[in-house]
């Protein structure tokens, strides 16, 4: 059972990028995903995340309007496309998939058992 980010590099301001997250091992279509970020000395936070359904998605305020989340359940893949990135989004971006199947989709870490190695995103001003 694992998840693989991609899709991280170097971007200018204002750039975009795309994230993908590949989850092997688990029925992905059962699971609430989620997308984190770590900066260099700051704890974890959310990012974005989609419900098992694809009904329902989520963001963090600082990225609203800006990131979208989406997920193709025949690729068990989840994506994050990045648009108008700033500086402060620089950071290492994780997927994560949910501890529980079939349920609610979280906003905090302990929301998700299973993480990817994250990707780093580096966004220059």
């Given at each position: 059972?694992?998840?693989?980010?991609?899709?991280?590099?170097?971007?200018?301001?204002?750039?975009?990028?795309?994230?993908?997250?590949?989850?092997?091992?688990?029925?992905?279509?059962?699971?609430?995903?989620?997308?984190?970020?770590?900066?260099?000395?700051?704890?974890?936070?959310?990012?974005?995340?989609?419900?098992?359904?694809?009904?329902?998605?989520?963001?963090?305020?600082?990225?609203?309007?800006?990131?979208?989340?989406?997920?193709?359940?025949?690729?068990?893949?989840?994506?994050?496309?990045?648009?108008?990135?700033?500086p402060e989004d620089t950071a290492v971006?994780?997927?994560?998939?949910?501890?529980?199947?079939?349920?609610?989709?979280?906003?905090?870490?302990?929301?998700?058992?299973?993480?990817?190695?994250g990707t780093l995103v580096t966004v220059?001003?």
């Amino acid at each position: 059972v694992q998840l693989q980010a991609s899709g991280g590099g170097l971007v200018q301001a204002g750039g975009s990028l795309r994230l993908s997250c590949a989850a092997s091992g688990r029925t992905f279509s059962r699971y609430a995903m989620g997308w984190f970020r770590q900066a260099p000395g700051k704890e974890r936070e959310f990012v974005s995340a989609i419900s098992w359904s694809d009904e329902n998605t989520y963001y963090a305020d600082s990225v609203k309007g800006r990131f979208t989340i989406s997920r193709d359940n025949a690729k068990n893949t989840v994506y994050l496309q990045m648009n108008s990135l700033e500086p402060e989004d620089t950071a290492v971006y994780y997927c994560a998939c949910a501890a529980d199947m079939y349920g609610r989709t979280g906003h905090t870490p302990r929301d998700y058992d299973l993480w990817g190695q994250g990707t780093l995103v580096t966004v220059s001003s």
